[in-house]
C-alpha cells in the first residue's frame, strides 16, 4: 500500500495479489480488513485470479465466494474501471489447454 499526495489530493494505491485458489475469500477478506484505508481516492490494482462477472469466465456460472466477493464491492462502492469501459468485453488472461478455453 502506497499513499500520496498526489494533484494535492491524499491517494492511496493498493496492489492485491490473490492466489491462485481460495482467491475471493482471501481478496474480500482483505478488503474488509483494509476498509478504514480505503476512500474516494483509493485505486486497487493488481491480479484477483478470480472472476468478477460471468464475461470473465469460459462458463457462465458464478460460485457463492465469487458472489460474495462482488457484492462486498459493491457495499464498499468499488468500481472495476476495466468493465466500466468494457462492459460487454469477453477477454480471458489464462488459457486452459486441457479445456481448451
Given at each position: 500500500m502506497i499513499k500520496s499526495l498526489v494533484q494535492?489530493?491524499?491517494t492511496t494505491i493498493l496492489n492485491i495479489h490473490a492466489p491462485n485458489s481460495g482467491a475471493p475469500k482471501f481478496i474480500k477478506q482483505l478488503l474488509i480488513y483494509?476498509?478504514?484505508e480505503i476512500g474516494r481516492n483509493t485505486i486497487?490494482?493488481?491480479d484477483f485470479n478470480t472472476p468478477l462477472t460471468a464475461l470473465h469466465r469460459s462458463?457462465?456460472?458464478l460460485n457463492k465466494e465469487t458472489k460474495d466477493l462482488s457484492y462486498?464491492?459493491?457495499?464498499m462502492d468499488?468500481?472495476?474501471?476495466y468493465r466500466t469501459f468494457h462492459p460487454t468485453t469477453?477477454?480471458?488472461t489464462f488459457y486452459s489447454t486441457v479445456h481448451g478455453t
Open positions: 494535492q489530493e491524499n483494509l476498509r478504514n486497487i490494482v493488481g462458463r457462465q456460472k462486498t464491492l459493491e457495499q468499488l468500481t472495476d474501471i469477453v477477454e480471458y
